[in-house]
């Protein structure tokens, strides 16, 4: 018997270019809430944001600012956005830039469930770091923690994040 499963990718411009980084972090959240919520009315099921959705794509540059929108995984974005996924039952797949200790840094993709409960991450594996405006090694350590795969209410999921598509590998991993 089949099933329909409602998925939608919600990608959008800067809110901000000016003011901290704590103020552009906050601006593109606030940005987007209006948009979850109206995927939530819409009855999405499974909801992607971009890729480190919460800022501009930083790696174009390389400077130490930007280390400061990095956060824990479970962590404060992870929870607010839980909320989210719990008054929509709709799982949300939300890509921030991680912190595990000082220094140490990745590009990861939290998974909530449509319960809200988070269920576990990706860390994106390929790190491109080339000219011109791809320094991602300059910020972010290769993934760690292979390519799990999540058991949400709608689906079985995996991720890849930006860069990892191209490797033929990562999809049969999977």
């Given at each position: 018997?089949?099933?329909?499963?409602?998925?939608?990718?919600?990608?959008?411009?800067?809110a901000r270019s000016d003011g901290?980084?704590?103020?552009?972090?906050?601006?593109?959240?606030?940005?987007?809430?209006?948009?979850?919520?109206?995927?939530?009315?819409?009855?999405?099921?499974?909801?992607?944001?971009?890729?480190?959705?919460?800022?501009?794509?930083?790696?174009?540059?390389?400077?130490?600012?930007?280390?400061?929108?990095?956060?824990?995984?479970?962590?404060?974005?992870?929870?607010?956005?839980?909320?989210?996924?719990?008054?929509?039952?709709?799982?949300?797949?939300?890509?921030?830039?991680?912190?595990?200790?000082?220094?140490?840094?990745?590009?990861?993709?939290?998974?909530?469930?449509?319960?809200?409960?988070?269920?576990?991450?990706?860390?994106?594996?390929?790190?491109?770091?080339?000219?011109?405006?791809?320094?991602?090694?300059?910020?972010?350590?290769?993934?760690?923690?292979?390519?799990?795969?999540?058991?949400?209410?709608?689906?079985?999921?995996?991720?890849?994040?930006?860069?990892?598509?191209?490797?033929?590998?990562?999809?049969?991993?999977?």
């Amino acid at each position: 018997m089949s099933r329909i499963v409602k998925c939608a990718h919600i990608q959008m411009s800067n809110a901000r270019s000016d003011g901290t980084v704590a103020q552009i972090k906050e601006a593109m959240i606030e940005k987007h809430i209006p948009m979850v919520k109206e995927a939530g009315e819409k009855g999405v099921n499974i909801l992607c944001l971009q890729e480190i959705f919460y800022g501009p794509y930083f790696c174009c540059e390389q400077d130490i600012k930007w280390y400061e929108s990095a956060e824990k995984v479970p962590g404060p974005t992870t929870k607010r956005f839980s909320e989210y996924a719990k008054k929509y039952n709709m799982v949300i797949i939300l890509p921030v830039y991680e912190v595990t200790i000082a220094g140490v840094y990745y590009n990861t993709a939290a998974v909530i469930d449509a319960n809200g409960e988070y269920l576990g991450k990706f860390r994106k594996i390929q790190i491109p770091h080339t000219w011109p405006g791809f320094w991602e090694k300059f910020y972010f350590k290769p993934g760690n923690l292979g390519f799990p795969v999540f058991e949400t209410q709608y689906a079985k999921i995996g991720l890849f994040i930006c860069y990892d598509r191209h490797f033929p590998e990562c999809a049969r991993i999977l």
